[in-house]
């Protein structure tokens, strides 16, 4: 997948582009849905499949208070585009120039005039241009005028609820990862490097790997989660506990986990911690052996549904 961060003489460099405009927090089974048909629409005039988005997230921009955790950090939305069929992918930076362009202009000077656009594909509550004006509506009468081929995808339902970024990050906040999972297409996740921790776990009897929070990334509720972690090519099953260790006047919040049947070092090492599901909430506890025995209460929980699991 080719990345660009201009627009500019885009149309130079590649025929027949047909782009997919939004901002695809979470790349969730609506989105994908989304990229289906771009890359449909691509194969049917032998053109090449686009993803159009800003970074950072607009209102990061023009209402910083009010912009939302991403439920996805660029590196994994971008391996996502890439597993779907984008073939280009244009990240822009956001600033207050593009805030104050209109819709017209940015149909007519951006999509028409640098990318040379064949085809838009966006969802049915995209808006774009100065104070958002721009609507599915207004593209559908820009695209006349243009000579381009619209789509646009409509809503994408799941248990009689509409899929959207909005309830996947209240059902992440409130820790019903498996929920959101059905709306994500896979497991909320986190990833990065190990760090080194209190290293109290070892001495619990529960050696646990220590994740840093990336605070512009959503992660669930604080408790205790099954999880799948993710080693170079291997899979292993564990606990995630995320909280802030109230047993110990902990303040910090913090992602520990434990593998099973586990015992190599990780520091340094990069993983990925996929949430399959919620299994408490955090507690404090009176004394260390009390949550000694609950972690193997939680354990015996996790390694039961491993074994149901391959069944």
């Known amino acids: 997948m080719l990345k660009y961060?201009?627009?500019?003489?885009?149309?130079?460099?590649?025929?027949?582009?047909?782009?997919?405009?939004?901002?695809?927090?979470?790349?969730h089974i609506g989105h994908q849905k989304l990229i289906y048909n771009l890359v449909q629409m691509a194969k049917e005039i032998n053109g090449i499949p686009a993803v159009f988005t800003f970074?950072?997230?607009?209102?990061?921009?023009?209402?910083?208070?009010?912009?939302?955790?991403?439920?996805?950090?660029?590196?994994?939305?971008?391996?996502?585009?890439?597993?779907?069929?984008?073939?280009?992918?244009?990240?822009?930076?956001?600033?207050?120039?593009?805030?104050?362009?209109?819709?017209?202009?940015?149909?007519?000077?951006?999509?028409?005039?640098?990318?040379?656009?064949?085809?838009?594909?966006?969802?049915?509550?995209?808006?774009?241009?100065?104070?958002?004006?721009?609507?599915?509506?207004?593209?559908?009468?820009?695209?006349?005028?243009?000579?381009?081929?619209?789509?646009?995808?409509?809503?994408?339902?799941?248990?009689?609820?509409?899929?959207?970024?909005?309830?996947?990050?209240?059902?992440?906040?409130?820790?019903?990862?498996?929920?959101?999972?059905?709306?994500?297409?896979?497991?909320?996740?986190?990833?990065?490097?190990?760090?080194?921790?209190?290293?109290?776990?070892?001495?619990?009897?529960?050696?646990?790997?220590?994740?840093?929070l990336d605070q512009e990334i959503l992660v669930p509720a604080n408790g205790v989660y099954a999880a799948k972690i993710y080693h170079n090519s291997d899979t292993y099953f564990g606990l995630a506990n995320i909280g802030v260790k109230p047993t110990f006047h902990g303040k910090k919040r913090n992602i520990e986990v434990h593998l099973l049947d586990f015992c190599e070092d990780l520091y340094g090492k990069q993983i990925k911690v996929s949430f399959t599901r919620r299994i408490r909430g955090e507690k404090k506890f009176a004394s260390p052996s009390e949550l000694i025995k609950q972690i193997e209460m939680d354990i015996h929980k996790v390694r039961t549904e491993c074994s149901k699991a391959r069944e």
Not at 143 to 158: D, K, N, R, T
Not at 171 to 200: C, H
């Open 5 to 27: 961060n201009s627009w500019e003489c885009l149309k130079s460099k590649h025929e027949n582009i047909v782009i997919g405009l939004g901002n695809f927090d979470g790349v």
């Open 55 to 212: 970074h950072p997230h607009p209102l990061a921009v023009l209402k910083p208070e009010s912009c939302p955790p991403q439920l996805l950090s660029q590196e994994h939305k971008q391996k996502i585009f890439a597993r779907l069929g984008v073939k280009i992918l244009l990240t822009i930076p956001f600033n207050l120039k593009l805030a104050g362009l209109s819709p017209e202009d940015f149909v007519n000077m951006v999509l028409c005039e640098e990318i040379g656009v064949r085809g838009v594909v966006v969802g049915y509550n995209y808006t774009f241009g100065h104070r958002g004006r721009g609507t599915p509506e207004l593209l559908k009468d820009l695209s006349e005028i243009y000579g381009f081929a619209l789509q646009v995808v409509q809503p994408v339902m799941v248990e009689g609820q509409t899929v959207s970024s909005t309830m996947i990050r209240h059902l992440i906040k409130t820790g019903d990862v498996s929920g959101a999972a059905k709306l994500l297409g896979y497991d909320p996740f986190t990833a990065g490097e190990v760090v080194a921790g209190e290293k109290r776990g070892r001495t619990l009897g529960f050696p646990t790997a220590n994740l840093e």
